[in-house]
């Protein structure tokens, strides 16, 4: 999500000068809960429940919904201790390495990256600039590909142990930290072994849907802005703001929210920078208000906004399930689908599938989408997993999800790439059938 221009066109007043598609996506992107507190979710592993040959189930298709890795960050809190951000923070380890090429979707030459432009038009203390994917971030994608290789390779022989771009499909948004985090995921789960250059697919700023699109959808914007400009106005939240200002020593005239220190603290925290002292007893507060802000924001009470946030990319996955169902068995080569990106994709992602725990996904957090037959008649369930955890679906019976259950959860939010096109150039801000 984690994009400065977006949506700070409507937003200008929350970050100052951020750009308007980074700092939305993506300046939630930062915020994450702390690595520390989270690591053993996202490294369990879990016994798949077809890997016996007796299993009445049998895996056709993964999709993985991911965030990258830790980053540093998109914008410092200001008149407090600085933390250095120094480019030995940002070293690749070697066994991260794999050969690749990033190209539009269509594999052409890469498109413009407006969002990554703005982020190199400022350093951090230190000399690296924001929102930049660090060593430590590329070790936590390059775990998350190892746990999906015990899944998918070593537990049960459902992909191949060498990459092969006709089995596996990668797409990133067009953004450095995104597209890192790929290729660190495919070398984990790949070990680096590859008979070919793995492409990385992207698209240009104002089609992407990875992240909810400020930018490129005139109804988001209009529905949107006034709920970002009002999310660090609200009494609570911006009685808490006035005193953690005050505890921090910040000037009145700085323009900050909860979502630019929790960005800051956390990433700080991730690393073992120091952190301003006031900070310690404020931690949890941050946590919460941050998040307040952003369920604010997307308001999932309001069917449109989720619509329009994550409808094209709900119907894409989707769709994938439906071409792999209606393909041939000698035409059904494409097994898992990863797509790299923010934490403001996992956050209204979860609540359309009614499974926001209101606490921010971590670096490295995914959303994973199974896609199984029952041997015996063929019917088709699809199973839900988030940060390694299996998940029951508010409308579905099961943890295995009956299709068509699935896609009636779905379809509250889905939105073909037609629909999402009308409805974003409509001046009306109605998309109730």
């Known amino acids: 999500m984690e994009h400065r221009w977006l949506v700070f066109a409507a937003m200008r007043n929350l970050w100052g000068k951020a750009s308007v598609f980074g700092s939305v996506s993506v300046a939630f992107g930062s915020m994450l809960w702390s690595q520390q507190k989270t690591e053993p979710e996202q ?12 299993s009445p189930y049998k895996l056709k298709l993964v999709q993985v919904l991911f965030r990258h890795g830790a980053r540093t960050p998109l914008k410092s809190i200001p008149d407090v201790l600085e933390a250095q951000w120094v480019p030995t923070l940002l070293e690749p380890p070697a066994h991260t390495d794999i050969n690749y090429v990033v190209t539009d979707l269509h594999g052409g030459p890469r498109p413009p990256a407006p969002v990554e432009d703005s ?6 203390t230190g000399g690296t600039y924001p929102g930049q994917l660090t060593t430590v971030g590329m070790q936590q994608l390059y775990e998350l590909g190892e746990r999906l290789r015990r899944r998918y390779i070593e537990e049960r022989p459902f992909l191949s142990s060498t990459f092969s771009s006709s089995e596996v499909y990668v797409r990133s948004t ?19 072994k590859q008979k070919e250059t793995v492409p990385i697919l992207t698209t240009d700023a104002e089609s ?31 009685a808490d703001l006035q005193s953690i200002q005050s505890a921090l ?62 409808g094209p990319l709900l119907h894409t996955l989707v769709d994938n399930i439906e071409k792999t169902l209606q393909s041939t ?19 209204p992602c979860l609540m359309a599938l009614g499974i926001f725990d209101m606490r921010w996904p971590p670096y490295a957090a995914d959303i994973t989408l199974e896609l199984h037959q029952k041997q015996a008649t063929n019917e088709a ?53």
Request: net charge neutral; charged share 20%.
């Open 43 to 54: 490294t369990c592993s879990y016994l798949p429940a077809d890997t016996d040959p007796s």
């Open 119 to 124: 982020y190199r038009k400022n350093t951090l």
């Open 174 to 192: 067009n953004i450095v930290r995104t597209i890192e985090s790929a290729k660190c995921l495919l070398a984990g789960l790949f070990q680096q």
């Open 208 to 238: 992407e849907i990875l992240y909810p699109n400020y930018h490129g959808c005139k109804l988001l914007k209009i529905l949107g802005s006034h709920r970002w400009a009002e999310s660090s106005t609200l009494p609570d939240i911006a």
């Open 249 to 310: 020593g910040i000037a009145a005239h700085q323009h900050v929210d909860f979502i630019l220190i929790r960005d800051d603290m956390v990433a700080r925290e991730t690393h073992g920078l120091p952190c301003p002292p006031a900070l310690d007893t404020w931690r949890e507060k941050v946590e919460r208000r941050a998040v307040d802000m952003m369920y604010y924001v997307y308001e999932p009470s309001k069917r449109e906004n989720l619509q329009l946030c994550v």
């Open 329 to 347: 068995s000698s035409q059904s080569n494409r097994k898992l689908f990863l797509y790299s990106a923010h934490d403001t994709t996992l956050i």
């Open 381 to 433: 369930f699809v199973k839900v997993s988030y940060a390694g955890q299996d998940q029951l679906i508010p409308g579905c019976s099961g943890v295995y999800c009956p299709l068509q259950e699935f896609k009636q959860v779905i379809s509250a939010h889905s939105l073909s790439s037609e629909h999402y096109l009308s409805l974003c150039n409509s001046s009306k801000g109605s998309t109730k059938p």
